[in-house]
């Protein structure tokens, strides 16, 4: 906490995601204020901070979690590891965006709950947790995930440069991926951290199917999720614009993780 008592945030990445999110604390969202800030090109960073009410500090990724109680990582996937062990080790709240680099980390879980860490995912670009956490309260017969993104979302992937599938030329949809949320979020590490989310929010990587399709018929980053449980079914979409710094992000992600970080120190707060 800070001397005002509000929760201290610290950010790792500036790009769609963490330079909107830092912009919006900036402006001023009661009981969070914005501490540190890492990127890979410091001097870009500072220049990203320049004109804001109270810049927060320009600090190394391992260093985030000194300056705050809550640590947001917006940055590639190569560098999750980084930010999350610093972060669970000093017990703090961690929330991630590249989830699907949680998926093969999950003894993170067991270090945070020695250190009285936390770490919250959040919606994302994604919707519907909510009713996907309470179903699978009860009995959940199966979840899958439909992406259809424009080939640019998708140009580069490991999973489509090792199977030496081209997307851009594309003038129909393909089917350029189907498989369980571990091997999408391996195989897409930059595209499907909703898959990921889905998987934690319900019954896991194995067994919460995927289905990624190249779409040149569609300008947004569509995901539907499909779910047969007990209680419920859900069939759920979402059709993400995509956002100017990164095609493959969705302009609804920093605004999801906001909305998350005000869950933290809201007197009134809506849903799961
Ligand atoms: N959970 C979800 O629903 C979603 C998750 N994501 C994921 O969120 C993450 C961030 O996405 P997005 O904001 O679009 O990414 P961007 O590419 O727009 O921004 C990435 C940021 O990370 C910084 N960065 C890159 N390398 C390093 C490094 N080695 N050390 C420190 N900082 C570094 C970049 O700094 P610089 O500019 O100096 O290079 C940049 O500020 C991605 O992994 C993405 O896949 C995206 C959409 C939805
Ligand atoms: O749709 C989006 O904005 C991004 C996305 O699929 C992901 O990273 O999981």
């Not at 500036?14 to 410091?42: F, W, Y």
Request: net charge neutral.
């Amino acid at each position: 906490m800070d001397m005002a008592g509000s929760l201290r945030v610290a950010i790792g990445g500036l790009g769609a995601i963490g330079g909107h999110l830092a912009r919006a604390l900036d402006g001023g969202v009661e009981g969070l204020s914005l501490t540190a800030v890492a990127a890979r090109d410091q001097g870009k960073a500072r220049q990203a901070i320049a004109g804001f009410r109270t810049p927060p500090a320009v600090v190394p990724l391992a260093d985030l979690a000194t300056e705050a109680d809550v640590v947001v990582e917006a940055a590639p996937a190569a560098v999750f590891e980084t930010i999350a062990e610093a972060a669970i080790a000093r017990g703090r709240i961690f929330v991630p965006s590249s989830v699907g680099a949680l998926l093969p980390r999950m003894h993170l879980i067991d270090r945070a709950r020695e250190t009285g860490a936390r770490i919250i995912v959040p919606t994302g670009a994604l919707l519907g947790l909510d009713a996907v956490r309470a179903a699978a309260e009860g009995p959940v017969t199966s979840v899958t995930i439909e992406t259809r993104k424009p080939p640019r979302g998708l140009e580069g992937a490991p999973y489509l440069v090792e199977n030496g599938i081209e997307v851009l030329g594309l003038t129909a949809p393909r089917l350029v991926f189907k498989g369980n949320a571990f091997d999408a979020a391996r195989g897409f590490p930059a595209n499907v951290n909703v898959a990921a989310a889905l998987a934690l929010a319900g019954i896991g990587p194995e067994r919460t199917m995927v289905e990624i399709w190249g779409d040149p018929g569609v300008t947004r980053n569509t995901h539907t999720i499909r779910v047969e449980a007990a209680a419920a079914r859900l069939t759920m979409t979402i059709e993400n614009v995509p956002s100017e710094e990164n095609p493959r992000t969705g302009k609804i992600t920093p605004l999801s993780i906001l909305a998350c970080l005000r869950g933290l120190t809201s007197t009134l707060k809506v849903g799961t």
